[in-house]
Nanobody, 127 residues
């Protein structure tokens, strides 16, 4: 089992920045891909960014490319999402997720590829 706890969400004016963190505990030695998703009210959960085990491979949704950066610190079992130039349409609950496929260095971009999920943290960008 892996437990995930997100932090760093909050209220920011449009154009501002936030940095989300997600700390993993439990069977962290088996964590491979890590990622961030978000869900706005009345909408489906959508992929935001993903990163491989090594950190050398990343993927982003078109809507956040050039504004958001995903990174990870494997020594701390933590994944980050640096969000710059926030827009009102970025407002959502943000969830981190991890997978446990050994001996891989993949990036996952779909909901079904992730096994464990955090509880979510609210991000609100006001206009």
């Amino acid at each position: 089992q892996v437990q995930l706890v997100e932090s760093g969400g909050g209220l920011v004016q449009a154009g501002g920045s936030l940095r989300l963190s997600c700390a993993a505990s439990g069977r962290t030695f088996s964590i491979s891909a890590m990622g961030w998703f978000r869900q706005a009210p009345g909408k489906d959960r959508e992929f935001v960014a993903g990163i491989s085990r090594s950190g050398g491979r990343t993927a982003y949704a078109d809507s956040v490319k050039g504004r958001f950066t995903i990174s990870r610190d494997n020594a701390k079992n933590t994944v980050y999402l640096q969000m710059n130039s926030l827009k009102p349409e970025d407002t959502a609950v943000y969830y981190c997720a991890v997978d446990q496929i050994p001996f891989t260095n993949l990036v996952h971009t779909t909901y079904k590829e992730y096994e464990y999920w955090g509880q979510g943290t609210q991000v609100t960008a006001s206009s």
